[in-house]
Nanobody, 119 residues
Framework: QVQLVESGGGLVQPGGSLRLSCAAS????????MGWYRQAPGKQRELVAS???????NYVDSVKGRFTISRDNAKNTVYLQMNSLKPEDTAVYYC?????????????WGQGTQVTVSS
């Protein structure tokens, strides 16, 4: 089993910054990638950014140049640095870990952290 705990959300003014953290515990064996998703009220959950085991990153177009995903392997922690935040970034942000466990594809989610961008 894998447990994910997010932190770092909050209220920030437009143009401000936040850094989200996702600490993973349990077995990292077979980990393929970790990512950040978000879900705004009335909208579907969307992938914001991801980072593979090899370090390849991917971003949704709307956050390119503003958000940066990174990983600290020693701490089993993934970060999402969010700069130049906009009101449309307001959402609950979720961390996800994907792994292959003896041929079985598994996905684990954190509990989510609220990010509100408002003046």
């Amino acid at each position: 089993q894998v447990q994910l705990v997010e932190s770092g959300g909050g209220l920030v003014q437009p143009g401000g910054s936040l850094r989200l953290s996702c600490a993973a515990s349990g077995s990292m064996f077979g980990m393929i990638a970790m990512g950040w998703y978000r879900q705004a009220p009335g909208k579907q959950r969307e992938l914001v950014a991801s980072i593979t085991r090899g370090g390849t990153t991917n971003y949704v177009d709307s956050v390119k140049g503003r958000f940066t995903i990174s990983r600290d392997n020693a701490k089993n922690t993934v970060y999402l640095q969010m700069n130049s935040l906009k009101p449309e970034d307001t959402a609950v942000y979720y961390c996800k870990l994907d792994r292959v466990w003896f041929g079985d594809e598994q996905g684990y989610w954190g509990q989510g952290t609220q990010v509100t961008v408002s003046s």
